[in-house]
């Protein structure tokens, strides 16, 4: 029997030590500052019961779920005329009662009705876990991803909206991003767009094809808004909406004569500019990476007020960020009238980026920080106290596990980027004193052991 080549599945990846010094770097910046503005770690399973994800991201988000089959003979229960007639819209719930996880947000929501008498509220929580998609594998696009969610249930204040923004604005300066932007805009100014065209029963039509126009134009907006239901005449009036563009005050002074005689309309732009002024008195610094973008509409259907997306402009890449307002998401679950906001941070597409802009700090590519050598059974048992001692201090070491010569101790050194070895040889045993060899300058000192203690503990 041949032997199996090994593989990964589509859209997923291995990670290296390498790679994941990294990646916790992204995960502890991040978690860094939701715990400055009060936020509180939950976690949930991978995968949820089916109907409990179905139905909450519109009916392309229900194409990309990951089913689980049912264990065992999951077609035993189904008869052949069955099979021969049953579509597989039909199948999926007969032969799967679950699946992966989409998101964190839904989640989230059956979270919050399942233990909702425990809850103080606001009740605001982050989370940091993998999710899946069946998604086609691209550049920044994987079927398994990390989502970082951070969400506040329990409160209606726009404050919350504004802090998010500053959230944004404070980790992507901690990864030394320089030139991003956070772009807003609100629901209720799409569902007012959709009532001024008079086409409110395609609401969710429009925003699903006016959510690809970065990917497809203007010309495949429209093209796709008359394949969905509209009329020439709507897709005119729609035109300077679509071609939109400038500084906050332009936007607005667009959408207020656009929105002139839509209630919900100008509900909308009235939250934007609420957001906008909370920004301002929290840190007027960040009002230069805020854009109002009429054009966003994030393709959830759980989005109700205010939408946020955040693009990096350094590098060719979609969203590192998103989120929104939902009013009511709760009450697919039973609970309702629980309002709620939160935002997500793509973890795999921020590396990417601070990986192409060679933005990791360099102790990130560090694990071990110092070896020390074992050239033979007297001076392994000389180095081990030091070893510990060095452990205790918090320091990161290791010995090598077997006596060899040093030519292969280096390399060892070397592949795993340990900055320093401490070399142990008859000299140094006789004189009670230990070889510190800095790997990167070459330099070599003989140092006693308190010596290198204080030595790491400067460092």
Sequence with gaps: MAKLKPTLAKGT????????????????????????????????????????????????????????????????????????????????PIISEKALRYD???????????????????????????????DRPQRGRYREFYQCDADVVGSASLLNEAEFIAIYFEVLGKFGLKDFSIKINNRKVLAGIADVLDRSDLLIEMTVAIDKLDKIGVKGVEKELIERGFTESN?????????????????????????????????????????????????????????????????????????????????????????????????????????????????????????ELNLFPQDTEEGTKVLISNFDLAAEKYS???????????????????????????????????????LVGEEEMQKGQYTLKDMKSGDQQQLTESELLKYFGEE
Excluded: C
């Design 13 to 92: 990846r291995d990670f290296s030590p390498l790679v994941m010094e990294k990646r916790n770097y992204i995960f502890n910046t991040i978690k860094t500052v939701f715990k400055k503005y009060g936020y509180s770690e939950i976690q949930t399973p991978s995968f949820e019961n089916l109907d409990t994800l179905t139905g909450k991201y519109g009916e392309e988000g229900d194409q990309l779920i990951f089913k689980i089959l049912n264990s065992g003979d999951y077609l035993s229960k189904i008869s052949k005329d069955q099979l021969s007639t049953i579509a597989s819209k039909g199948l999926t």
């Design 384 to 422: 081990l106290p030091l070893l510990q001692r060095l452990r205790k201090e918090g320091i990161a070491a290791e010995i090598y596990p077997t006596a060899a010569k040093l030519k292969k101790q280096m390399s060892y050194a070397h592949t795993k980027n340990i900055p320093f070895v401490i």
């Design 235 to 355: 897709v005119e009036k729609l035109n300077p909406i679509l071609q939109s563009s400038g500084s906050i005050d332009d936007q607005l002074l667009l959408l207020n004569a656009f929105l002139e005689n839509s209630i919900i309309g100008k509900k909308g732009i009235e939250e934007i500019e609420e957001v906008i002024s909370y920004v301002n008195i929290l840190d007027p610094q960040i009002l230069n990476k805020l854009q109002l973008d009429i054009t966003l509409a994030r393709g959830l259907n759980y989005y109700t007020g205010t939408i946020l997306e955040v693009k990096t402009n350094e590098v060719v890449m979609g969203s590192i960020g998103g989120g929104g307002r939902y009013d009511d998401l709760t009450g697919m679950f039973g609970l309702a009238g629980l309002t709620g906001v939160g935002i997500s941070f793509g973890a795999d597409r921020i590396y990417d980026v601070l990986e």
């Design 104 to 134: 964190l947000t839904v989640p989230f929501a059956r979270y919050v009705v399942m233990h909702q008498n425990e809850i103080t509220y606001p009740f605001k929580r982050y989370q940091i876990q993998p999710v899946w998609r069946a």
